[in-house]
């Protein structure tokens, strides 16, 4: 009551000052909130034991002072149209180099602290790194940029620590400490928890107002003092005024004298409350950043122990390490089994540089320290990768061909009238079921025999392996025979896992000669003839994502290939085909297969309008000679604006607004050969996709 009152006291006298002075944060209230749960001042109570318990061992082996490290991220969100708002590097490293400073008592400023209070004062010994190591072992700059529409984030809400809501979600709390730069709505600096706060994992971290990160232009807050203020904050500190009133015990800390509320501005010491001089230039006040210049011992010792108490994973953290050495590639197969137009783009994605790069051919080099390999045959290849801390990596590569017959079968080498799983193991039962499947060898088509799939033996599902692909176009083809007044059917995986399926698609045959291919939510009927051997085939462009579909060479339908979530793109895969009875919704399920056979071939050349359109922007052709068509997402987007870049991040062909219709159309034919990436956005959206550019 005593604080409230404080406060309402302090809102009164000083409307002008309001205007001038901003509260450092919002602590206090988020502080009142918690210890109103029996829960929290159960977790006091512990911590206040534990830290007893520290406190009389430190004192034993006080020798032992070591230097904490604590890996940073620091992720700026920055509106699209506040051009004020721009944080560079530059100011980044200034922020992080003033935190090291007050961190370990090497601020110039210290030196105004008062002669009374220099026998408390207190030196953290921590350290902060921007992190080098990103969550995925990728070698980062430790600084992450988000362009967002949001003008500004609400504290209540938290907004700026989620993705999906204009701002960016945490680096793993456990291993960083995250620091969100943006605008915030209400009037604070910036804020912070306790590691106490009753608050999700990925909210742990410090908020700070762009115009108070590093060395700013602000008149009062230009000193970078709002994150080492808001740090006290995440290492459990609290105000020095605690809940305000002259409580002994306000802030839990014995060597800051009581304090009755916060000071502003840049007061003259001495300054009294609660009968004692004030320490208002402590971080944890509210004056001006350059009066605020030093922490207590008593807060160090509580700033320690919350590190090693609540927060001991992040002195684990590998984020200021060493990155791992990983590299992608993309292949471009050859036209033909004897040509030599086939090649390799490296992109070593990260790693510490310079790299050694070897490319063996049967144990011989056949090229070295390039990122392209061009004009190669089909093959198998080995490219070494070795980065200047010895880390070491070896891509087996097989460059193939157009037309090139991966697998096939046409059940010629199995004995007849006998189960087929008996026999091999490249037809597998799926998952649970049963497989009783067997090989017969009436009316054949082709060769002898063929293999009988029967309802009448149970489920049947019988699959055979794919891979596990997700790049490329592949052409599949069998014969199927489904006699008059019987029914069939195939499912094409995305994801095969027994635990964790995901059907691509379905085809379906009838008892009454209706096939039907079945994809999320939608069912394209088509005829086929019944009683008789047709073929059926499919060309499945994992890059395109486009499924065609064929009855002998009619196509029947067209559409993705695979829709099954909301962030299709990103994992379309091909794993299995499964010939299946789906005896308990198609009766009479009786059906013969044969001359299988999977290929690898060029990807579609469907355009425009003649497959759904997907959910993400697509590329295509990829590789690409000299057009490159740019297949726009399904969505009420009218403007995009794209620009072409390479690895480095440089502008090859720059921005270009391009406006209605699904496609447009770059020609690319200047670029030089190699890996290039496309940036298309809007106002409320950023894709980046890759493409590979072809000499010819
Ligand atoms: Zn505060």
Same mark, same amino acid.
Request: glycine share 6%.
């Given at each position: ?112 602290? =008062? ?94 107002? &762009? ?58 010491? =001495? ?9 208002? #230039? ?88 390039? #990122? ?71 009316? =054949? ?63 379906? &045959? ?91 071939? =060029? ?60 496609? &447009? ?32």
């Amino acid at each position: 009551m005593r604080y409230l009152l404080a406060n309402l006291f302090l809102l009164s006298i000083s409307a002008l000052e309001a205007q001038q002075y901003i509260p450092r944060c919002n602590f206090d209230s988020l502080y009142i909130n918690s210890i109103k749960s029996h829960q929290f001042v159960k977790l006091i109570e512990n911590e206040e034991i534990a830290f007893e318990k520290y406190m009389k061992n430190k004192g034993k082996s006080e020798q032992n002072s070591s230097i904490y490290t604590i890996p940073v991220v620091v992720h700026i969100v920055q509106n699209e149209d506040n051009t004020e708002m721009v944080i560079s590097d530059d100011q980044v490293f200034e922020q992080i180099n003033i935190l090291n400073l007050s961190y370990n008592a090497l601020n110039e400023d210290i030196n105004q602290t =008062p002669s009374e209070f220099e026998t408390v004062l207190g030196n953290p010994e921590i350290e902060f790194c921007l992190a080098s190591v990103d969550p995925m072992g990728y070698s980062t700059t430790g600084i992450t940029r988000t362009i967002t529409s949001v003008t500004s984030f609400s504290t209540a809400q938290d907004n700026i620590k989620y993705t999906n809501q204009g701002g960016i979600d945490a680096w793993d709390t456990d291993s960083y400490l995250n620091i969100w730069v943006g605008k915030i709505t209400s009037g604070v600096l910036g804020y912070s928890n306790t590691p106490t706060a009753n608050i999700p994992d990925h909210e742990q971290g410090i908020v700070v107002g &762009y115009s108070y990160f590093g060395h700013t232009e602000h008149d009062k807050y230009n000193m970078g003092k709002t994150a080492v203020h808001e740090l006290g904050h995440y290492l459990n500190l609290k105000h020095p005024w605690g809940i305000g009133g002259c409580d002994s015990n306000n802030d839990f800390v014995t060597d800051t004298p009581n304090s009755e509320d916060a000071y502003f501005g840049n007061p003259i010491h =001495p300054q009294v409350s609660c009968e004692t001089n004030d320490m208002f #230039m402590n971080y944890m006040d509210y004056v001006n950043d350059s009066s605020m210049v030093m922490f207590s011992q008593g807060q160090v010792d509580r700033m320690q122990f919350a590190l090693l108490y609540y927060r001991p994973s992040i002195l684990e953290s590998n984020g200021c390490g060493i990155p791992a050495l990983i590299s992608e590639y993309d292949i471009i197969h050859a036209s033909e089994s004897e040509a030599s137009d086939g090649g390799v783009h490296i992109e070593i994605a990260s790693g510490i540089p310079p790299y050694d790069i070897l490319y063996l051919q049967n144990g011989d080099t056949i090229a070295e320290d390039v #990122m392209d390999l061009l004009g190669i045959t089909p093959g198998d290849y080995i490219v070494q990768i070795i980065d200047s801390v010895g880390q070491q990596l070896t891509i087996d590569l097989q460059i193939s061909f157009y037309g090139n017959l991966i697998d096939s079968d046409n059940f010629e080498s199995y004995s007849p009238d006998s189960l087929l799983f008996l026999q091999t193991n490249n037809w597998m039962a799926f998952c649970q079921d049963t497989f009783a499947a067997n090989i017969d060898f009436i009316s =054949p088509y082709e060769g002898s025999q063929y293999l009988e799939i029967n309802g009448n033996d149970g489920h049947n599902e019988i699959s055979k392996n794919l891979g596990d692909l997700q790049s490329n176009a592949y052409d599949l083809s069998f014969l199927l025979y489904v006699p008059q007044a019987r029914s069939a059917s195939y499912t094409v995986y995305n994801e095969s896992l027994c635990s964790d399926t995901e059907i691509a698609y379905q085809v379906t &045959y009838d008892d009454e000669g209706n096939g039907f291919a079945i994809s999320t939510g939608e069912e394209i009927p088509f005829n086929f003839p019944q009683g008789q051997w047709f073929k059926m085939s499919q060309l499945i462009d994992l890059d395109r994502n486009i499924l065609e579909l064929y009855v002998g060479s009619q196509k029947v339908a067209n559409f993705p290939y695979y829709s099954g979530t909301s962030d299709a793109f990103d994992s379309v895969k091909l794993s299995k085909i499964v010939f299946n009875g789906l005896i308990d919704t198609l009766p009479n399920l009786h059906y013969f297969l044969d001359d299988f056979k999977f290929i690898l071939a =060029p990807n579609s050349d469907l355009i425009d309008n003649e497959y759904k359109i997907p959910e993400k922007a697509v590329l295509y052709p990829n590789p690409v000679s000299n057009i490159l068509n740019i297949q726009l997402p399904d969505s009420d987007i009218i403007a995009y604006q794209i620009r072409v870049m390479n690895s480095m991040g440089q502008t090859l062909i720059p921005r270009n607004q391009i406006q209605g219709g699904n496609l &447009y159309s770059i020609n690319i034919d200047d670029l030089p050969f190699g890996l290039f990436y496309l940036e298309l956005s809007s106002k409320d959206s950023r894709q980046i996709l890759k493409f590979v550019h072809l000499d010819d």
